[in-house]
């Protein structure tokens, strides 16, 4: 098998060298042509429409096309790149060169195809002009031969099907009886991920944005963020991928500059990020042997580059807090440092954006001892505590002006989701020294399952609905997939971490954990439902379910299918509502998330067998041709599907690293040792110690979690009135 690439997707690394670079000759070729005049034009067309062997194919690329000219700056045709500094004239030369160096035993990567070529022999210009045909004509010999060899012109559907002939691990359910080899499928995930970095490296290198369809990027600010660079460089520290990990450091240590006049989302900037860097400084800290790096030794001069850049922009981000109230404003701007209000949603920032911004912050302040990070974070759930929602689920939106809610939609999709997973993750991170936040958690689970949790029509599915109107409103059976995320939250919840057969040693597991645990089994099953209803096996971004009216308490008996047929017209399908609108597949990672948590707290290898259907789905429906990648799709329930052509950085940064994970030994990453953020960048827990504490109490409440208040002595003013805890107003178990 390839290495490189084994799933013969792009065929031969080396053979895609060869063709970038034949492609860039033609390039060159016509610049030639153009100079040389018509003359020249038709002599060296002549010379190939007189080629005995070959005729000349019928797709024929454009190299005057625009597109052409954007891939042009990518492949560099003189011998200087960015790695070398040696320089080769000529087309012929500088493929030599390229091919030598790929060959070498001593390199360590592909390289680096971003400079514009700029020089020319200077003789060439000088020599008579039927030199210059002559050359012209064998170049385009040669040209078209390598095009052709390599299948260049083949048509689109031919190339899959050659390549789908060879992928034996896709063709079809292993033997019955035949042993796994786990730590083989997640060699596939690996080198899914190094097809995916190549392309973005090859096309798109230093961009935010990488379409993979048409191999260009595309940036964010006006020097770029780092967007895919810093978000997958814990993936590839974890996959042990030194070289191209010392290529990404390279381009921080040279290039990343956040001293931009840009404005940037605060919520995206601190998980992908701010979540990136601390997750890379702390995995190279603490496991130096994971992609080791000369320069991240203890004394080198570059050690604590992802920590100086994570304090840099982290200090940017503080300018988002400086609110009236202390919640952040949904954008900053990089450069003024200043707060901006939402553009959209009446000015309000949405809650799970403005509460998913407190494990870095907490974690940069354990590394830095500053902690106004930790205050400026901590305030943000005061805040929205002491609004005194009901059973504490909360509407979508808050204003940054007042820290009130706007609206009463209540979910556990976008907007929402997040603020639920940081509260239980808080609890972890501070080594469960922080008991205001198991609290927080609880209330919510328990709001969740009183409020939200019903089941289908006809084969009784477990989901988590919505109240768009408020909890008193009627519920919508809608799930986005990012609602997912819960069913391993939820384990993760009730077992601190710990595998379920471990804490259900512990005097503190409860009747209670024992149902959330069927809770989050139900869940999970449910999300991967949405996965096989689906015509190519990727699930849809929203989900809506047929259920009863009115919808079943959560407490109603009910019985799911143990398994989901493949059949067409298998009962639980009909359970399932597909709307096309909501038919996209944004190569999001909830579901393999859930996958992983569960498979690491019940041992069940059921997930573990799941998620290898769900990667081998990944692989067939979106794949990109000519060393493309993988992509997003607009259409995930036709086939073949409809290509978005973009590629998300948490497909690297979240969804590949969830396989890997998944498909590694329980002693990578234990969860009873880390914290994982919602971008899957993972940090350590650790001690309050003598610096560090909860900075705010709870308001005293009643069993409903809203504030109680008594008249006050001042007319108009109210106070709260000591009650219970809400640890005395949940249920016994």
């Known amino acids: 098998m390839n290495v490189r690439d084994p799933f013969n997707l792009r065929r031969s690394t080396a053979f895609n060298i060869l063709r970038g670079t034949a492609t860039q000759a033609a390039a060159n070729v016509t610049q030639r042509v153009k100079e040389a005049g018509t003359q020249a034009y038709e002599t060296g067309k002549q010379a190939v429409e007189d080629m005995s062997t070959f005729s000349v194919p019928r797709n024929v690329p454009s190299f005057t096309n625009p597109q052409r000219e954007l891939e042009n700056r990518v492949w560099g045709a003189s011998g200087v790149t960015a790695r070398s500094a040696t320089h080769s004239n000529g087309v012929i030369s500088g493929m030599q060169d390229r091919m030598g160096g790929f060959f070498d035993k001593s390199r360590g990567d ?19 002009i039927w030199r210059r045909k002559r050359t012209l004509g064998v170049a385009g010999v040669f040209l078209f031969a390598v095009l052709y060899f390599l299948g260049f012109f083949g048509s689109h559907t031919e190339n899959v099907e050659k390549v789908k002939e060879k992928w034996t691990w896709l063709q079809g359910p ?11 499928r997640r060699e596939r995930v690996k080198e899914a991920f190094t097809l995916s970095w190549d392309a973005y490296d090859r096309y798109a290198w230093g961009f935010d944005e990488f379409h993979p369809v048409l191999k260009r990027g595309r940036q964010m600010a006006p020097k770029g963020m780092g967007w895919i660079i810093v978000d997958a460089l814990d993936t590839m520290m974890l996959m042990n991928l030194t070289s191209r990990l010392t290529h990404a450091r390279e381009w921080l240590s040279t290039k990343l500059d956040y001293e931009q006049d840009q404005e940037v989302n605060t919520f995206e900037t601190t998980i ?22 000369k320069d991240d030794d203890e004394g080198a001069a570059g050690e604590d580059l992802y920590l100086e850049k994570a304090k840099d922009l982290a200090d940017r981000i503080m300018g988002a807090f400086e609110s009236p109230s202390g919640i952040p404003f949904a954008s900053f701007n990089l450069k003024t440092l200043q ?27 354990k590394l830095t001892g500053e902690t106004f990070y930790w205050e400026k974070a901590e305030k943000v759930i005061q805040i929205i505590d002491d609004n005194g929602m009901e059973d504490g689920l909360l509407p979508i939106y808050i204003y940054a002006h007042d820290g009130h809610f706007r609206g009463n939609n209540i979910r556990l999709g976008s907007r929402g989701d997040s603020y639920y997973e940081y509260l239980i993750k808080q609890y972890l991170q501070t080594s469960k020294e922080e008991p205001i936040y198991e609290e927080l958690w609880n209330e919510a689970l328990a709001g969740v399952r009183k409020h939200l949790v019903t089941y289908t029509k006809n084969t009784h599915l477990t989901i988590i609905g919505e109240r768009q109107n408020g909890l008193q409103s009627p519920l919508t059976p809608k799930m986005d997939h990012l609602v997912c995320f819960m069913g391993g939250t939820i384990a993760l919840g009730a077992t601190g971490g710990l595998t379920e057969a471990a804490a259900k040693k512990l005097p503190t597991w409860t009747k209670k954990k024992d149902e959330e645990m069927r809770l989050a089994r139900e869940l999970t099953q449910t999300c991967w439902g949405m996965y096989k209803v689906m015509a190519t096996g990727l699930a849809p971004e929203i989900a809506h379910f047929q259920i009863d009216d009115p919808p079943l308490p959560e407490s109603a008996p009910h019985t799911a299918p143990k398994t989901f047929d493949d059949a067409g017209d298998g009962e639980w399908r009909s359970d399932y509502v597909l709307k096309p609108m909501d038919n996209h597949n944004l190569q999001r990672p909830e579901t393999v998330e859930s996958l992983f948590y569960m498979w690491r707290i019940t041992g069940d290898v059921m997930y573990r067998e799941w998620g290898w259907e769900m990667f081998k789905s990944f692989m067939e429906y979106s794949a990109v041709e000519e060393g493309g990648g993988f992509t997003s799709l607009s259409d995930a329930n036709v086939i073949p599907p409809v290509v978005r052509d973009n590629m998300e950085s948490f497909w690297l940064a979240e969804t590949l690293k969830y396989f890997y994970l998944l498909f590694s030994p329980n002693d990578l990453l234990p969860l009873d040792e880390v914290v994982i953020n919602t971008e899957a960048h993972p940090f350590p827990r650790f001690k309050l110690g003598p610096l560090f504490k909860t900075g705010w109490k709870r308001k005293p409440r009643g069993p409903d979690g809203k504030i109680i208040y008594e008249p006050a002595h001042v007319e108009g003013e109210m106070h709260p009135v000591a009650t219970k805890t809400i640890g005395q107003m949940l249920p016994s178990p």
């Open 174 to 184: 292993e033997k019955a009886g035949s042993r796994v080899d786990w730590l083989d």
């Open 110 to 128: 592909l390289p680096m195809y971003k400079d514009k070529p700029y020089t020319y022999a200077s003789s060439r210009r000088q020599r008579g």
């Open 272 to 293: 992908r990020m701010l979540g990136g860097l601390l997750s890379a400084h702390y995995l190279s800290t603490t496991f130096p042997d994971m992609a080791p790096l």
């Open 339 to 365: 707060g901006i209000p939402s553009h959209d949603d009446g000015g309000a920032s949405s809650t799970a954006e403005a509460a998913t911004l407190q494990l870095e912050l907490k974690y940069l302040t």
